[in-house]
């Protein structure tokens, strides 16, 4: 398995959106392994095949303790939502960041598993969290986003200091 180099606000590619998996073909199950060990080793709790420069709809979230309920989402699609819920959500593409958002309670969606079968699923707290965090991305949308202008604005300014910084080290 591979680490993937995971990409940075305000990449411009984080703004691409993902097409459809038509098949899930081999390549789609290596890059599936790859975005689950690059998202363990981050660490992180979800990751979207967006955020390591491939732009086809695929997700990967383990939200559990011990790292070993790994949940796979190809195509995904939300088909209801519920209630309202303000969680304070990070991302592998803005590190160290951190910002209240406002999300959907409860969800249901259905998506495709690594084999290509499909699912539906419902989801609820975190898990219901990081689902739409996730898709998100496959829209071309960061989390920032939703966040006022001069909060994005000190947050971007923040992250490319960060970068020159570390390439001056």
């Known amino acids: 398995m591979a680490v993937l180099n995971i990409l940075n606000y305000p990449d411009p590619r984080l703004h691409k959106v993902a097409?459809?998996?038509?098949?899930?073909?081999?390549?789609?199950?290596?890059?599936i392994r790859d975005m689950a060990d690059t998202m363990y080793q981050a660490p992180g709790i979800g990751l979207a095949a967006t955020q390591v420069d491939f732009h086809e709809r695929i997700?990967?979230?383990?939200?559990?303790?011990?790292?070993?309920n790994l949940h796979v989402l190809v195509n995904p699609e939300i088909i209801e939502m519920r209630g309202e819920q303000i969680c304070e959500e990070g991302c592998l593409s803005v590190p160290g960041i951190y910002e209240k958002v406002k999300r959907s309670e409860?969800?249901?969606?259905?998506?495709?598993?690594?084999?290509g079968n499909p699912y539906e699923m419902e989801a609820e707290g975190l898990l219901a969290?990081?689902?739409?965090?996730e898709m998100d991305h496959l829209l071309g949308k960061v989390f920032v986003e939703y966040l006022s202008p001069l909060k994005r604005?000190?947050?971007?300014?923040k992250l490319v200091k960060q970068k020159k910084q570390k390439l001056i080290l």
Do not use: G, T
């Open 19 to 31: 097409a459809v998996v038509h098949v899930v073909s081999d390549k789609h199950k290596k890059l």
């Open 59 to 68: 997700i990967v979230i383990d939200i559990s303790e011990k790292k070993n």
């Open 106 to 115: 409860w969800i249901k969606f259905r998506a495709l598993d690594i084999e």
């Open 129 to 133: 969290v990081c689902v739409q965090h």
């Open 153 to 157: 604005n000190r947050i971007k300014s």
